[in-house]
């Protein structure tokens, strides 16, 4: 949609000359998040001075908009475009050119010319683009395909016999211009609309078939997110999953005073944020009065953190977790974290039935945990566990939520504890016995104190049966993470 802090401008050059075409690490190496996963912001004319801050990957909030660089014909007006990308190639963070072909925010002479006239333009549109930014990580070639056509579609394919020939036409180009970078489609609409992604996925698949895209965009902005629901968002992340292509969040911003945000953001930016198949969050601005929406900043005017971006700090800040929310990231590979969301993250059964499997019949995060099926009897113990190499350094409790089924008879009831093998001769340390009835849930807490942490060989949940019980049951596990 039109942003309504657009800036034509108004300073015509052409510096065709200038080619920027470094190729940027993809590492990222500022802001909050740390890892494989860049969580970036926007771009206006200049870079607020707290940008490295908070912020590791660089998406220009209009200056690389047709409009803004060619309000004029032929007179290209690079300038803000060239302020961001400098300053993303200075701090090795992802650059993302948005965008080629969009239908709103076009240069106004472009409806005037004749079809010949108007694909040579575009034509020379998308090649300038790439002479002056192919270092650029991402490129949203085709952005809102579903919302806003281009008035020129017909002059670069139309419909077609694939019903989206212009949008194919597009990303070829985009593929000549920019060899060197991953070529994005764009959307909005997507994460609260289980229908709209699957019509998103129809063109998504066009391009895909054609070798012609590397990524998928979902602009996740207030109007979908404030009231979207978990399950909603889980079921569209793992629809555009199943495509194989890698999902970017390109656009996130949730509004409400200061609670209700807060609130926003620590239900569902996990949802987007440890989805296996995300791979980064761009936040549409973030400082009172240079935001597109009222509501949706995360710095006041005067220079605060809104309660949204400490919680943020801190969620992202390593060691997996808070109060508010249980079950950050973590640690990282070598860490324990898992939610079973894409599956079972790795996990084993040790004397089951069956399993395991990732199933929605229970989740404590999410809408999946782990299961295994078991036969109970006099004693008997069961596990779900991973096994590895495994650091805790760093922290100084391992948390999971277990649940039995209401089937089978728990006799006095199943023993449960949580626990991790450690060292040379995988020593032995667990959360205590608790037991649970049929149909009960527990969260374990497992004391890491006097564990060799840097050298944990496994973990785990164990199951040991009443005396008096019998018949088949399921446990389940879920949010598995590390304390402080
Ligand atoms: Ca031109
Ligand atoms: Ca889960």
Redesign the pocket.
Known sequence: MLKSRFMMGLAAFVLLGSVLSTALSGEARAGLAGGSKFLGNIVANSVPSNFSTYWNQITPENSTKWGAV?GT??S?NWSAADTAYNYARNNNMPFKFHTLVWGSQEPGWISGLSAAEQRA?VT??IQ?AGQRYGGAQFVDVVNEPLHAKPSYRNAIGGDGATGWDWVIWSFEQARQAFPNSKLLINEYGIISDPNAAANYVKIINLLKARGLIDGIGIQCHYFNMDTVSVSTMNSVLNTLAATGLPIYVSELDMTGDDSTQLARYQQKFPVLWEHSAVQGITLWGYIEGQTWQAGTQLITGSGTERPALQWLRQYLGGGGGNPGNPGGPGGGSDGAYADFETGTDGWSGGNIAGGPWSTTAWSAKGSRSLQVDMAMSNGSQHYMYKSGNFDFSGHSQLRATVKGASWGNYGSGLGVKLYVKYGDNYTWKDSGWRTISAGGTLDLNLDLSGVDKSNIKEYGVQFIDADNSSGQTSVYVDNVYLWN
């Open positions: 060619e014909r032929n290209m333009e020379q549109w300038a």
